[in-house]
């Protein structure tokens, strides 16, 4: 009989709860990188402050209950996939029950979708994503990696539509288009790691993260700047390379490994664009990629 602490540890390994760090990053840096920029009419007035700051804890509290309820529900839906071939997941071993873990799912998407609305309307879409990523990941692997991208970059345009009423400004979907090509990069070798074969386009794959940098620096020079910001920059992109480096050493010998590293890497890539902006801000998000590696020690990541 399971104790209540497996079954626990259990449904946070389901959850995928060591990466709501990069979760937590994704929405910090929409939602600042709106709130900082000229074009926003609302910074200037105390009491908006005030309830910008309310709507980013809601926003956190939202995108993280449709996180968990995705995650969820896509193991419920998978369940017969993993009998087969994952037999020894918690689901599949009975260590979690079908019924009260996909009820769990529903209850979890509703209140997220109900909090996000109340912040702003462009919250349908992204639940509309995650549950359709849940429910035909299986289906088609180009969807399904072009389906997860489109979260995350759902996920930035979230936060930043709570911070504006601009959320269409071309730096703010460059914004989300970088974090949507990281997710789309690093999960085209996550799709592949049950299938016991080797990841070729390696050097391409590295190459084409490392290029994504390229929109921080868009953003600095279109924006008012100081001195002090290019060298924040600098230094925040010496460790994002050092980690997709890092990342891309483990690939050949474990893909988990590179997946796990690369999950965390979002915090990273979130600490570049967050450079062009606030240094607390960056600092924020270099201390959620240390929470991330820590959570994979206790819970994994993939």
């Not at 209850?107 to 995650?130: E, H, N, R």
């Amino acid at each position: 009989m399971p104790t209540f602490g497996e079954k626990l540890k259990a449904l946070i390994a389901t959850g995928r709860v060591a990466n709501l760090p990069t979760v937590w990053s994704n929405v910090l840096i929409g939602f600042f990188l709106a709130w900082s920029w000229p074009i926003s009419t609302l910074i200037d007035c105390e009491n908006v402050r005030n309830i910008l700051s309310t709507s980013l804890v809601l926003a956190a509290l939202s995108a993280t209950l449709l996180y968990l309820g995705g995650c969820l529900l896509g193991d419920c839906l998978d369940l017969e996939f993993d009998r087969k071939n994952r037999p020894l997941r918690p689901l599949p071993t009975g260590l979690l029950k079908f019924r009260p873990t996909i009820t769990l799912a529903i209850l979890s998407l509703i209140a997220g979708t109900l909090i996000g609305v109340s912040l702003t309307l462009f919250t349908p879409v992204l639940a509309a994503l995650t549950i359709n990523y849940a429910i035909f990941h299986k289906k088609s692997r180009p969807w399904a990696l072009a389906n997860m991208a489109l979260c995350r970059a759902a996920l930035i345009l979230f936060s930043v539509s709570i911070a504006t009423t601009q959320w269409t400004h071309p730096l703010f979907i460059g914004t989300a288009l970088a974090v949507g090509l990281y997710t789309f990069f690093l999960s085209a070798v996550a799709a592949t790691e049950s299938d016991g074969t080797a990841f070729r386009p390696t050097r391409q794959l590295k190459y084409a993260m490392l290029s994504l940098q390229i929109i921080p620096l868009i953003i600095l020079a279109q924006r008012p700047h100081i001195t002090y910001e290019y060298y924040l920059l600098i230094g925040v992109a010496i460790i994002y390379t050092t980690w997709v480096f890092i990342a891309f050493s483990q690939l050949s010998r474990s893909k988990p490994a590179f997946v796990s590293r690369a999950l965390a890497g979002f915090c990273l890539l979130d600490a570049c664009i967050a450079a062009t902006f606030s240094l607390p801000i960056t600092l924020i998000c270099m201390g959620l990629f240390a929470l991330a590696l820590l959570l994979q020690k206790i819970t994994p990541a993939t």
